[in-house]
């Protein structure tokens, strides 16, 4: 049985160095399937982006929709063999294609699932790194991660708002414990009051009140200012690479 399924993917082979691309196209796709009822996915991947590349190369055709189908079906056979790097990389050659084909959100969904498929590849792969490719990929892991949980990568900026709400409540809870001056007056504020002040801090937006944070409230208002001034921008600009594209 093995030997049927290695002679069609060599037949294929065959046929795409002849220029026969349709051909070879459904015999690694016929591969693929075979290598899938073995569990053999890491083979079935190959297939497949063998076949996407196959179709990808006909001359004329007017749409990239199998060939993303195919690049998709091939990155999913990848993460079950846990080769997340190959993955990533047919993910991302999905979303290509269906960009090319104006399909918008399968684009976003592939895009996001090749930059997680390699934050994950990452991960998979500090444990047998030497100290400096370790460090290297700390570093890159460090920054993926953050990527995605505060905008999964510029594909779900609706994340920026959540994590803006909950700063601006944890900081109104910070702000509670210490003091403020009014005038000339000191006072100790309500949660109400210290969320108003925590919102208008975040986001640099509402009338100006004459607040002036006192003792550790100071350290409190500056950090969660520095942070507004650079989400919020990664919030807009994820809304329109996202949203402009229709």
């Known amino acids: 049985?093995?030997?049927?399924k290695k002679s069609t993917e060599q037949q294929a082979h065959d046929l795409l160095e002849q220029g026969n691309y349709l051909e070879a196209a459904e015999l690694y796709s016929q591969a693929a399937k075979t290598f899938q009822r073995q569990d053999k996915h890491d083979r079935a991947a190959i297939c497949l982006a063998a076949s996407a590349s196959s179709r990808a190369l006909i001359l004329g055709e007017k749409t990239f929709h199998r060939v993303a189908l195919l690049y998709e079906e091939g990155a999913q056979e990848a993460e079950i063999s846990k080769d997340l790097e190959y993955a990533s990389m047919l993910y991302k050659y999905a979303a290509i294609a269906y960009e090319r084909d104006n399909d918008n959100n399968a684009f976003s969904e592939c895009f996001f699932k090749s930059k997680e498929s390699?934050?994950?590849?990452?991960?998979?792969?500090?444990?047998?790194?030497?100290?400096?490719?370790?460090?290297?990929?700390?570093?890159?892991?460090?920054?993926?991660?953050?990527?995605?949980?505060?905008?999964?990568?510029?594909?779900?900026?609706?994340?920026?708002?959540?994590?803006?709400?909950?700063?601006?409540?944890?900081?109104?809870?910070?702000?509670?414990?210490?003091?403020?001056?009014?005038g000339k007056v000191p006072f100790k504020p309500n949660f109400s009051q210290a969320a108003y002040f925590s919102f208008t801090t975040y986001t640099k937006v509402g009338p100006e009140e004459v607040l002036y944070p006192l003792g550790f409230n100071k350290f409190f208002a500056v950090i969660e200012g520095f942070i507004g001034i650079f989400t919020i921008p990664l919030y807009l600009t994820g809304l329109c690479r996202k949203y402009l594209r229709y």
């Open 118 to 182: 390699y934050r994950k590849f990452l991960i998979q792969s500090l444990s047998h790194s030497n100290f400096k490719q370790w460090i290297e990929r700390m570093g890159s892991l460090f920054t993926a991660t953050i990527a995605y949980l505060l905008w999964g990568y510029g594909e779900r900026p609706h994340r920026i708002i959540l994590f803006g709400l909950v700063l601006i409540l944890v900081f109104a809870l910070f702000y509670t414990q210490g003091s403020f001056l009014s």
């Open 1 to 4: 049985m093995s030997e049927v």
